[in-house]
């Protein structure tokens, strides 16, 4: 009996598997600028979602590349790429083979940086940018099919693919912090899809990643910056 | 939802409708979205095919140099001569070719199912176009119909290059291809399901080898042959013509074939045409040059 159960528990999950593209749209499409989508698509992805999270146009911006991106950025244009999305182009936004000259007539300051270090992932990319203001620091991957994630942000480990509204709270590694922002976002009927906690040392700075059915308004991210050992708040809209 | 091809045309038939009938209605399902909703995004990719098009038949050129300009050629050369293979079969290879080196220019295109194939599905769509004469929604049907077909292969076998060689992607975009001629001339649900057979067995075991690790050599003429592929075996179809063995086995055997092809012909750049001198040799000229200059 325990054995037939594995065997349907197995069967299911194994046609679950292999029914991953249900949308005629994930055949047909997406619009976007060539030649790669790994390359050139989801390195877009990964610039525009630091452009969203830093939260404005930055002054400077040091891009490390590595494994298949270190080796081929040029030919794929994933350096045009990385920085079309730091400038807020998307995917299929024409503007994105100008980059580089649109970035230095607005006096921003990019670097390109070869690693020969491996990583987990062979499409990654390390960006640091920022203003007299402050910086940003993350690590992104380009898991094919245009697809993107950010998997590391000021040394905090998440996961984040920008498919959905999100915020990202930093805050006071104590008590009652998490529950604070989830009464929030409950009282504003705001239901939450995934959530994840991330801490370097505990009872230090943490960071939840709180991705959400919708967009989130600037009152209740104010309301959000206004709680006890909420520290900032950062949002990203789909 | 249809798992395979025979599911498909199953639905297809049992209901008297079209396959791409079939697949609007899923969508509408899956997505939850009305009928007007899924018709006008699909409308939005047609437009940016024939935007692709268009800009290829105007000449484009690639960063690297390795491609550009082989759509102007071929248009030309069928208004000066008269082509042996004749023009409605070149008129679909040059547009493939148009829509590839856009993609390889960093101009916009719609991938499908990938970026690297995006030239096959779009280029037999314009060519035929000018023979068939079909309205906007028939040309948007085109895309559902071949959408269905690669959605069967992508949940069956692989779209990927990197996980079943340019069979899975160029091999994929072409059976797709047939599959919706048939249907915009006018053909059956089970005659679409024997022009993607035809097309497909003819694109078994074919590597994904781009040298550089660029999608232009020799995608760009990959999607030439698929477009070319994808015609005669649509003709083949309507002619009556039947796969022997049946569409579903013959996307079974792409998979397998996929997952017993060596790493080295499956998008890395370390076999095939990417290792022969020349590749080499492109390859250390565009990657050589550029680091000098830094």
Known sequence: MALMIYCRYNRAEKDGERMKYRSVFD????????????????????????????????????????????????????????????????????????????????????????????TDHPNTARIRMGDEDGEIELVGISIGGGKAEITELNGFDLKLTGHHPAILVMHNDRHGAIASVSNILA?????IGHMEVSR???GKEALMVIETDQNIPDDILSQLERTENILQVVKISV | MF?????????????????SEVMI??????????????????????????????????????????????????????KENR?????????????????NEVNAAMGTICATPTAGSAGVVPGTLFAVKNRLNPTREQMVRYLFTAGAFGQVVANNASISGAAGGCQAEVGSAAGMAAAAIVEMAGGTPSQSAEAMAITLKNML????????????????????????????????????????IPCDEVI??????GQSMPTALKETAQGGLAATPTGRELEAKIYGIDLKKE
């Open chain 2, 83 to 99: 082509p042996l293979s004749g023009n409605l079969l070149l008129d679909a290879v040059s547009k493939a070719v148009a829509t």
């Open chain 1, 187 to 191: 009282n504003n009927e705001i239901n």
């Open chain 1, 200 to 202: 370097k040392e505990q």
């Open chain 2, 205 to 244: 075991g074919l590597v994904c080898d781009p040298v550089a690790g660029l999608v232009e050599v020799p995608c760009v003429k990959r999607n030439a042959m698929g477009a070319a592929n994808a015609m005669v075996a649509a003709d083949l179809a309507l002619a009556g013509v039947k796969s022997r």
């Open chain 2, 3 to 19: 798992r395979n091809v025979s599911e498909l045309i199953e639905l297809a038939e049992s209901q008297n409708i079209s396959i």
């Open chain 2, 25 to 78: 209605r899923q969508e509408m399902e899956v997505a939850e979205k009305t009928r007007e909703e899924v018709m006008e995004r699909m409308e939005r990719n047609l437009d940016v095919m024939e935007k692709s098009v268009e800009d290829g038949l105007k000449g484009v050129r690639s960063r690297s140099g390795l491609t550009g300009g082989d759509a102007v050629l071929i248009q030309k050369y069928m």
């Open chain 2, 252 to 257: 079974d055997a792409m998979y397998r074939i």
């Open chain 1, 27 to 118: 055949i047909i499409g997406p619009i976007m600028i060539g030649p790669s989508s790994s390359h050139t698509a989801g390195a877009a992805r990964i610039g525009r979602m630091t452009r969203k999270l830093f939260g404005r146009e930055p002054k400077w911006a040091d891009i490390h590349l590595y494994g298949s991106f270190a080796k081929t950025y040029k030919g794929h244009g994933t350096d045009v790429a990385i920085v079309g999305g730091i400038l807020d182009f998307d995917t299929f936004d024409e503007r994105i083979s100008e980059s580089l000259e649109i970035a230095k007539q607005k006096k921003i300051r990019v670097r390109f940086i070869e690693e020969d270090a491996i």
